[in-house]
C-alpha cells in the first residue's frame, strides 16, 4: 500500500513539471514582444529542437537576436562616432568664422590707419586669410584612406611673409606720410624685391607665419584625426554585423532556445559573458590598445592654438606696423640704399573704402559658445579609451539576453546552475580556454588595418602637440579664448571678447573720425557685461595710432614746425 501511494505522488509531480515543460504559453510573450510569428511547431528546428519552435520561428528567433546584438553594439559605438564628427564640424565652423572676423578686424585696422590707401591691402589680406580658410577646409565626415600628415596644401609661412611684402609699399608711403601720392610701379617693385634685405617689420612676420603655421597646423592634423576616429567605429561596426554562422547559432541557442522549449528563463550571466567575448569582442578586442592611444593622443592636441593664433593675428600685425614707424630713421636710410629716393605720382582721388569677404555685422555672427560641447566632447571621449575591451560585456546587460546571476537561470541545456569557468577576457588568447567557443578565432583583416590607421591617428597628433600633459578637459579651455562666433561654434563671451568683437565686428568703412560712435556702440551692445577697465580697453590699434601721431609731431618738431599735435595726442 505504502509502495502505491509513493509511485502515485511521484506520477502526480512528474505529470505537473511535463506540463510546465510543454506549455509554450511563458514563450508567447516573448515571440510576441519581437514580432516572431511564425508557428509551425509540427516541423522541428535544427538547433533548439524545443516543442514551441519549428524550423520557421527558430529562423526568425535567430535574426532576430542578431540583429539585438548588433543594435546593442551599435548603441555604443554611434554615440562616438556622431560626437567625433559633430566635434570636428563645431571646431571647423568656429575657426573659419573666427578666420573672417580677424581679417574684418585687421581691415579695419588698415582703413583707420592708411585711409584712402587702405584699398591697396585688400587683395594681400585676402590672399592670406584665403590660405587659412583653405588649410582648414575638409568638405568630408568620411575617412577616405588618404595618407594621414601629408604636407598641408598653403604653407603659412610663406603666405605671411608674401603678405607683408605686398603690403610693405603701402606702408612705406604712410612712413613719408605721401596721402596724395603713389608709388611708381617700378618704385613698388623695387621695395618688394629689396623686402629681404630692408626686414621693415622686424622679426614680427617671421615670428607670425612660425606661430600660424604650427597652430593651424595641429588644428589641421586635428580636424583629420576626429574623422579617421569615426570612420574606425563605422567600419568597427560593420565587422561585427557580419559575424559568422556558428556565432549566430550560439547566439540562438544562448538567447532562444530556452524560449522553444517553453521557458520564460534567461541566460545565466556567465554564459552569456562567455558567448559575447568570443563571438563579439573577440573580433574587434585588438583595436582596444591601438584605440586607448588614439584617444590619449586627441587629449593631447584637444585643445589647438588656432583660435588664439587668429585672435592675435591684427595685433602682430599692428606691432610690425609700429616697428616700422618707431625705426622710420634706419628705414628710410635703407630703402635709399637699396632703391634710391621715392619715385611718386599724384592720385587726387583715391578710393576710400572697401568690402571685407565675409564682414557681416556683429549680431549676424552670435552663436552659442561650444564650451558645453567641448566638455562633453573630451569627457566622453577619455571614458571610451577601454571602449573595445568591454563592448561585448553590454550585451550582457539586457534582460533578454542574461540573468543577474548563474543559479536559475538558461544554462544551454535546461534551468538550473551555469557551472562552466568564466574566461577571463575577449582577448584572442583567452579564447581557447573558453568552454563555448570550438573553432580557433582569427582576426579580421579590416581590423588590423584599422588599428594601423589608428596608429598612424596618434603619431600625427604626437607629432603636433606642444609637449602639454593637461587633460583634455582642462587643455581646451586653458588660455585666451578666441572668438564666439561661427555656426554651432565659438567660445565663451567674456570682456576682452566684447572689446575684440567692438573692433572687428564688421562695421564696414569705419574710420578713426568714427571712434566715438564705436564706443557708443559698444557700450550698446554689451551693456549685460560688466565696464572693463581703461587699461584693458588700450587695444594694439590704439598703440600704433598713439605712435604714428608722435611720430609726426617728432617729424615737425625735426623741421621747426609749432607742436600743435600733442594736445590732439592727449
Not at 610701379?185 to 607665419?209: H, R, S, T
Not at 562633453?376 to 573595445?388: G, N, P
Request: a negative charge; aromatic letters at 6%.
Amino acid at each position: 500500500m505504502k509502495v502505491l501511494v509513493v509511485f502515485l505522488v511521484f506520477a502526480a509531480s512528474a505529470a505537473a513539471v511535463s506540463g510546465a515543460a510543454t506549455s509554450c504559453a511563458p514563450s508567447e510573450d516573448f515571440f510576441s514582444r519581437h514580432n516572431i510569428s511564425a508557428d509551425d511547431r509540427n516541423i522541428p528546428g535544427s538547433v533548439c529542437g524545443g516543442q514551441c519552435c519549428g524550423r520557421g520561428r527558430e529562423t526568425q528567433l535567430r535574426n532576430v537576436l542578431r540583429r539585438r546584438a548588433e543594435q546593442r553594439v551599435a548603441t555604443a559605438l554611434r554615440p562616438i562616432t556622431e560626437l567625433l564628427l559633430a566635434t570636428k564640424r563645431t571646431l571647423q565652423e568656429h575657426l573659419t568664422a573666427l578666420s573672417y572676423q580677424s581679417q574684418n578686424k585687421t581691415a579695419i585696422f588698415f582703413t583707420q590707419l592708411y585711409k584712402s590707401h587702405a584699398i591697396r591691402a585688400q587683395a594681400p589680406l585676402a590672399a592670406l586669410y584665403d590660405d587659412i580658410r583653405i588649410l582648414l577646409k575638409s568638405n568630408s565626415d568620411e575617412d577616405n584612406g588618404d595618407e594621414l600628415g601629408t604636407p598641408s596644401p598653403k604653407d603659412l609661412t610663406i603666405s605671411a611673409n608674401k603678405f607683408f611684402r605686398e603690403v610693405f609699399p603701402i606702408a612705406y608711403q604712410n612712413v613719408l606720410k605721401l596721402d596724395m601720392k603713389q608709388f611708381t610701379p617700378e618704385y613698388e617693385a623695387c621695395l618688394k624685391d629689396a623686402y629681404d634685405a630692408v626686414q621693415p617689420f622686424g622679426d614680427v612676420p617671421q615670428q607670425l607665419g612660425v606661430s600660424l603655421s604650427q597652430s593651424l597646423e595641429a588644428a589641421r592634423a586635428l580636424l583629420q584625426v576626429l574623422v579617421v576616429g569615426a570612420g574606425a567605429l563605422s567600419t568597427t561596426e560593420r565587422v561585427l554585423s557580419s559575424s559568422n554562422e556558428e556565432c549566430s547559432t550560439k547566439l540562438l541557442r544562448m538567447g532562444g532556445c530556452s524560449r522553444c522549449k517553453g521557458f520564460d528563463t534567461s541566460p545565466c550571466r556567465n554564459y552569456c559573458l562567455n558567448v559575447a567575448r568570443g563571438c563579439i569582442g573577440s573580433l574587434v578586442v585588438e583595436l582596444d590598445a591601438p584605440w586607448a592611444g588614439y584617444v590619449e593622443g586627441v587629449e593631447r592636441v584637444a585643445r589647438p592654438d588656432a583660435d588664439a593664433a587668429l585672435r592675435a593675428l591684427d595685433s602682430k600685425v599692428s606691432s610690425a606696423i609700429m616697428h616700422a614707424l618707431e625705426n622710420h630713421v634706419i628705414l628710410e636710410k635703407k630703402v635709399r640704399q637699396e632703391c634710391g629716393p621715392p619715385s611718386t605720382l599724384d592720385v587726387p582721388n583715391p578710393a576710400s573704402s572697401w568690402s571685407t569677404p565675409g564682414a557681416t555685422r556683429r549680431d549676424s555672427l552670435r552663436a552659442p559658445p561650444p564650451d558645453t560641447e567641448l566638455l562633453q566632447f573630451a569627457a566622453t571621449l577619455a571614458a571610451s579609451k577601454k571602449l573595445f575591451a568591454s563592448i561585448s560585456d553590454r550585451l550582457c546587460d539586457q534582460p533578454d539576453f542574461a540573468n543577474e546571476n548563474n543559479e536559475q537561470c538558461w544554462n544551454g541545456e535546461t534551468i538550473g546552475e551555469y557551472t562552466k569557468a568564466l574566461v577571463a577576457s575577449a582577448s584572442l588568447s583567452d579564447q581557447k580556454y573558453n568552454p563555448e567557443i570550438t573553432a580557433s578565432t582569427h582576426q579580421d583583416f579590416r581590423v588590423a588595418a584599422l588599428g594601423d590607421r589608428l596608429r598612424q591617428a596618434r603619431q600625427l597628433l604626437v607629432s603636433h602637440s606642444w609637449g602639454g600633459s593637461a587633460p583634455a578637459a582642462e587643455a581646451f579651455m586653458q588660455g585666451d579664448e578666441a572668438g564666439d562666433e561661427g555656426s554651432g561654434s565659438g567660445r565663451s563671451y567674456s570682456e576682452d571678447d566684447a572689446a575684440y568683437d567692438a573692433e572687428g565686428s564688421g562695421e564696414e568703412g569705419s574710420g578713426i573720425e568714427e571712434e566715438t560712435g564705436i564706443k557708443e556702440s559698444e557700450e550698446t551692445t554689451h551693456s549685460s557685461t560688466p565696464n572693463i577697465s581703461s587699461a584693458a580697453r588700450f587695444s594694439p590699434l590704439v598703440s600704433v595710432i598713439i605712435s604714428f601721431a608722435t611720430y609726426q609731431c617728432l617729424h615737425y618738431l625735426n623741421q621747426f614746425r609749432p607742436i600743435k599735435c600733442i594736445s590732439g595726442i592727449l
